[in-house]
């Protein structure tokens, strides 16, 4: 099946500081990737729409100078966490859609903690 | 997308089936039916979906009711490492929407 990887699978960063999350579709093309969020005990939430060469679209509520997001190339998007604070800590998690295919497959999930 | 509606939790005995319902009665005719599942600090794998037709692969068997309204997703003999959140999400095949993720289901297999 089709495999989506992100690194780090753990971060821990100082307060202040940035921190760049990829997200890579290993064995597809994907035009579109996604980025959630998700916080203990609750669902993931989206955070923005990233497409391939163009700007991502982010959900109300989202602060894109805060959360960068580059999808430079098909098979690679990025999210930096920008002047990261405690309230940033969550479980970061991409997914991507197979433009061959139509569906949509998840990364395992970057665990930011910003002390 | 329609809204689904599932039991917060359910427990279920290691070996034995789990049978996880699923609500979704604003589904429109091109919706498929999509099960999710997360183990707890993992990104969501996917397991099955379907249309109108019962649908079975090496994961799980999803039951689809003939009006479409409500589903059943069943693992047929349940071990330790399916305890997870199973998430229902009812999206049209295909479409570059993102998935939308409800409270889901928390499935503990129990010894």
């Known amino acids: 099946g089709a495999v989506v990887s992100q690194h780090p699978s753990r971060v821990i960063c100082k307060s202040g500081t940035s921190v760049k999350i990829e997200c890579r579709s290993l064995?597809?093309?994907?035009?579109?990737m996604f980025w959630y969020r998700q916080f203990p005990k609750q669902s993931l939430m989206l955070m923005a729409t990233s497409n391939e060469g163009s700007k991502a679209t982010y959900e109300q509520g989202v602060e894109k100078d805060k959360f960068l997001i580059n999808h430079a190339s098909l098979t690679l998007s990025t999210l930096t966490v920008t002047s990261a604070h405690p309230e940033d800590s969550s479980f970061y998690i991409c997914?991507?859609?197979?433009?061959?295919?139509?569906?949509?497959?998840f990364g395992p999930g970057t665990r930011l903690t910003v002390t | 997308d329609a809204k689904t509606t599932q039991p917060p939790s359910m427990d279920c005995a290691e070996g034995r089936a789990a049978n996880l319902p699923c609500n979704h009665s604003t589904i429109s005719g091109n919706e498929y039916v999509y099960w999710y599942r997360q183990i707890h600090s993992q990104g969501p794998q996917y397991i099955i979906h379907?249309?109108?037709n019962n649908e079975t692969n090496e994961m799980a068997s999803l039951i689809i009711t003939e009006d479409r309204k409500s589903s059943t997703l069943i693992l047929p003999h349940a071990t330790l490492r399916d305890t997870a959140v199973y998430y229902c999400i009812v999206r049209v095949s295909g479409s570059a929407r993102q998935l939308t993720f409800g409270s889901g289901t928390q499935l503990t297999v129990l010894p």
């Open positions: 064995d597809f093309q994907a035009t579109t």
């Open positions: 997914s991507a859609i197979d433009r061959g295919q139509g569906e949509q497959y």
């Open positions: 379907g249309l109108k």
